[in-house]
Every structure is written in C-alpha cells, then in structure tokens.
C-alpha cells in the first residue's frame, strides 16, 4: 500500500491545561497510527493569538504534526478532529515532490537565506 506524507495543523481549544494539551496531543498522534500512519514529527508551537475570534476564544494551542499515511487514513482522522470538542480547527495537507524537497532540506539546515540580517535589525 502507498503511503503518502501529511502535513496536519490542528488548534487546541487554549482553556485547557498542560497536561490535558499533552492527552490530546497524544491522542491524535495514536489515531493517526491506528490507521496505519506513520509519525515523523509533531512540533508543539503552543499557545497564539488568532487575527479574529474562532468559537468565542481569541487564541489557541498550536500543533503542527508530519506524517506518512495511506490516502485511505485522513479522511477517518479528520472526521474524529472534526467530532473532538478541544480541536477548534484543523488543516490537513498532502505534499508533493517540491513540498517534500523543501520539507528535508529544512529538516537538514539547508535552506537558502534570502533576506541577510544586518546589524541594524538585530
């Protein structure tokens, strides 16, 4: 079976605490490899400030998750963030070649720097 890399953004609802952040965060990390998924990386940005409200709150618990998965396994993950309570948004996407280049070389340190930082900015 040909699996696919994903990339899932998801926001936890901000009212709960630390430790009930780590249980959902887990949860869903078990529920993508109950469906034959594979977890490279989930990256916990923490709490933000959204531009506008989302459900009544102003910000919300970040977390970014990399994946290889059957195309089959997003749709039963994104239907159980969509029924989750804590989960306010999510966004699931499927790389491509170009995404998945850009993906190993910043994983590698490799990317270009476009802008160089003078002393000024700092």
């Given amino acids: 079976m040909k699996k696919n890399f994903y990339e899932i953004t998801y926001i936890i609802n901000p009212v709960l605490d630390d430790e009930q952040y780590k249980e959902v965060v887990d ?3 078990k529920l993508i490899e109950s469906k034959d998924g594979e977890l490279v990386e989930v990256d916990e ?7 506008y409200e989302i459900a009544g709150k102003s910000n919300g618990y970040y977390v970014n998750a990399y994946f290889n998965a059957p195309s089959e396994a997003v749709e039963p993950v994104e239907r159980q963030l969509r029924i989750n309570d804590n989960i306010l948004r999510y966004l699931t996407l499927k790389y491509d070649s170009k995404m998945l280049a850009y ?6 340190g490799e990317l270009p720097t476009i802008f160089e930082e003078t002393e000024e900015e700092e």
């Fill in 45 to 51: 940005w923490g709490l933000k400030r959204f531009a």
């Fill in 27 to 29: 949860q869903v990390s």
């Fill in 103 to 108: 993906y190993d070389k910043r994983k590698k």
